[in-house]
């Protein structure tokens, strides 16, 4: 009886532990794999992001299971990154602008009038010599960076002028992302840049405590800009790249395969990312409407600048360039220089 009963008690014992570690010590399958950005839903950024995941699940047959967050459901993109330094976020997709705060090389990214046109632009950022050299700046400040996304290529409205010089530009007050790089930009050009956050942008437009803004064509459309700026300019002044990031020591828990998996999905993530922001540039969500129709019926003035107008722009942000060349360094600085005349178009 009493072999009986230590026997059924030994039972209980093994089962109660075996439930304890199933429920403590989840299997990679059923561990929270959280990927959080910024984007809404609908946007390229996000759409990308799921590519990402759900290239993951198929190549992993569902053993990595990847959660994604839009529309900054885990915290700003500052907080984000904080977490993922941490470990407590595994994943998420930061813009340069955020990230020269813990990585000050990504700076380069935001360099104004870096890149020539959106093709050049591209055809560089996909450079795999630039990616290893860009990313190797990452893991000493405790991030794994594996690929970008976008927010876009951002354009410059206001409700004074037509702006196709830098002379136009001067005594704007402009809302700028509060980034070091960015108001200095704009204090070269002459305005008054203040950076207040995104969510005050139309507010402060419609009440005149700003006269301009400066985002991609697509967000001030979206975001109703456009109805209190009646100039848009495509200036095309900085790509808007985001950098894929991985938390150390969950990217130290991944096979050699599953990392080569994650970094195969950084590249349909971006690949998505651009086709989707490409098609709402010709139809925008609800209305159906490419940007230029918009504009039309909306008495929006959209300005092309010509390669002479933009070398205006360029010459005029030289100053901000040599200021940041000593912050990201001669080597890197020269290499991105290197790759754009490689693969100018």
């Known amino acids: ?59 992993t ?11 900054g459901q885990l915290g700003g993109e500052r907080s984000m990154a904080e977490q993922v330094q941490s470990g407590t976020l595994q994943m998420a997709t930061i813009t340069t602008a955020v990230m020269q705060n813990f990585v000050p090389q990504s700076a380069v990214m935001d360099l104004p009038f870096l890149f020539p046109n959106r093709a050049t632009a591209y055809a560089t950022l996909d450079d795999e010599e630039l990616q290893e050299k860009f990313f190797s700046y990452f893991p000493k400040k405790g991030f794994i960076a594996i690929g970008w996304t976008e927010n876009e290529i951002r354009d410059f409205s206001n409700s004074i002028r037509p702006v196709r010089t830098p002379e136009d530009i001067k005594g704007l007050k ?32 419609q009440t005149g405590v700003i006269d301009a803004q400066e ?79 918009y504009a039309k019926q909306n008495g929006v003035e959209i300005i092309s600048l010509t390669p002479q107008e933009r070398e205006q722009f360029r010459k005029a942000m030289l100053p901000v360039w040599e200021k940041y060349r000593k912050k990201i360094g001669n080597e890197l600085f020269n290499l991105v220089q290197e790759k754009i005349k490689a693969h100018k178009q």
């Open 215 to 293: 985002n991609p064509i697509l967000t001030t459309v979206l975001a109703k800009f456009s109805e209190v700026n009646k100039y848009i300019t495509l200036t095309q002044h900085t790509v808007t790249e985001c950098v894929i990031i991985v938390s150390i020591d969950y990217w130290e828990t991944l096979s050699a395969g599953d990392q080569q998996i994650f970094r195969d999905a950084a590249k349909i993530a971006i690949k998505t990312n651009r086709a989707v922001n490409a098609e709402l540039h010709q139809k925008l969500p609800k209305s159906g409407i490419s940007i230029e129709q």
């Open 174 to 205: 402009v809302r700028v992302m509060n980034s070091p790089v960015y108001l200095d930009t704009f204090k070269q050009l002459g305005a008054s840049p203040v950076g207040i956050p995104f969510p005050e942008i139309y507010n402060a437009l």
């Open 61 to 71: 047959d569902g053993r990595i299971d990847i959660a994604t967050f839009p529309a």
């Open 1 to 59: 009886m009493k072999n009986n009963l230590a026997g059924t008690l030994t039972t209980l014992l093994v089962c109660a532990i075996a439930v304890t570690l199933l429920t403590e010590f989840p299997s990679p399958a059923e561990a929270a794999v959280k990927f959080g950005h910024v984007a809404p839903p609908f946007h390229g950024q996000s759409k990308g992001v799921d590519a990402f995941a759900a290239y993951v699940k198929e190549k």
